[in-house]
Nanobody, 123 residues
């Protein structure tokens, strides 16, 4: 089994910064894409940013130029640096990862979610 544990959420001020971390642990051979999603009240979960194992990134238009996703492959950890926060960034942020693992001699891939961390932007 694989666990994704997020940290770093909390209360941020408009114009301020927060940094989220997500560490993957368990039966891991390697990790393909890792990403951050968010879900605000009465809204659907949406992609915030994604990063491949090679470091290619993609962002939602709403966060481009403000948020930066990065990863440390040696630590199986992905980060989200959030700058210039806006009240509309308020949401539960979820980490997501495509993990490669061995079951016996067969290499498999499964998708995992973290439990979510609340980010609230308010003065």
């Amino acid at each position: 089994q694989v666990q994704l544990v997020e940290s770093g959420g909390g209360l941020g001020q408009p114009g301020g910064s927060l940094r989220l971390s997500c560490a993957a642990s368990g039966n891991i051979f390697s990790i393909n894409a890792m990403g951050w999603y968010r879900q605000a009240p009465v809204k659907e979960r949406e992609l915030v940013a994604v990063i491949t194992s090679g470091g290619a990134t993609n962002y939602a238009d709403s966060v481009k130029g403000r948020f930066t996703i990065s990863r440390d492959n040696a630590k199986n950890t992905v980060y989200l640096q959030m700058n210039s926060l806006k009240p509309e960034d308020t949401a539960v942020y979820y980490c997501n990862a495509d993990v490669n693992y061995y079951r016996g001699i067969v290499l498999r891939t499964s998708n995992y979610w973290g439990q979510g961390t609340q980010v609230t932007v308010s003065s």
